[in-house]
């Protein structure tokens, strides 16, 4: 899996609401960044209409229909095998892809980030739990991904527990460099000087300060769950038919890639834009939350 680390942040004291401010204009003077946003904030509104404004319902066959190619009147992008419409299942297919990525990056956080942070700041924690993480980071990130889904099942929650325990490692290891770099700045050794208790300086001095990473590695991270999520339904261990994944309708396309390759290219595109989009924005906002842009 990818990590990026993010450049020191800004822990002198800017205020809360100018560093927003700063992060947004750098966001907003960036042109692909606001291209990524764009196309990120238009997915996720289609996917989370969906089931109100596809124009088929997914798992509604036309016999008379099968194998429509882009532009067959009443399907814009075509028809499968079994005549149900490409455009409604892609929709509801990316609908599924996001659960997933968000399930899966949510269950990671949870778990890496306090971690991490305990990790960065406890000595004693942090040769047990940098073992752990090495353990896992020797298993490739897919293949950790797939063996815990065929141990527990294929469905969409299982799949994304999966993909988040794989995502686990990445995040502590990023999490606990940052603990590390703010533990060694003086205003959390004066917290320690003034007797402020551990609990106290992770959560009100390390956290908050940590969070730009955190939000860089979720960006990074969720487009490797939505790979692992179509890896995991094309081989069979993910979202299960009839349900929509842009997974399995690759699975299914392939056996008739020559007749009809719309079904297979149309699923493979949104893969791949979604991932671009979110990798763009990603370092787009690593770029933006770096505090030494203002001196460039």
Known sequence: MTVLTVPPADVAGTPGISR????????RRNPLAVVSFVVLALVAVAALLSPWIAPYSVDQPDFAHTFGPPGTP???????????????????????SLQVALLAVATSLVVGVPLGLAAGYFRAWDAVISRFTDLLLAFPFLI?????????GASLAN?????????????I????????????????????????????????HVLPN??????????????????????????????????????TMLATAQQFAARA???????????????????????????????KGDRR
């Open 20 to 27: 927003r401010s700063r992060v947004l204009r750098r966001l």
């Open 74 to 96: 009443g399907h814009v992008l075509g028809t499968d095998d079994l005549g149900r419409d490409v455009l409604s299942r892609i929709m509801l297919g990316a609908r599924a």
């Open 144 to 152: 950790m991904a797939v063996g815990l889904a065929a141990i527990r």
């Open 159 to 171: 799949a994304a527990v999966a993909i988040g325990i794989a995502q686990i490692p990445g995040v």
């Open 173 to 204: 290891r990023v999490v606990r460099s940052d603990t590390l770099r703010l533990k060694s700045l003086d205003f959390v050794a004066a917290a320690v000087v003034d007797g402020a208790s551990d609990l106290w300086v992770l959560s009100r």
């Open 210 to 247: 940590a969070t730009s990473v955190i939000l860089v590695q979720a960006t990074v991270a969720i487009p490797a769950a939505i790979l692992g999520e179509a890896v995991l339904s094309f081989l069979g261990l993910g979202i299960q038919p009839p349900a929509p994944s842009l997974g």
């Open 261 to 291: 390759p719309w079904a297979a290219v149309l699923p493979g595109l949104v893969i791949m834009g979604l991932a671009l989009a979110f990798n763009v924005f990603g370092d787009a906002l690593r770029d933006a939350l770096d505090p």
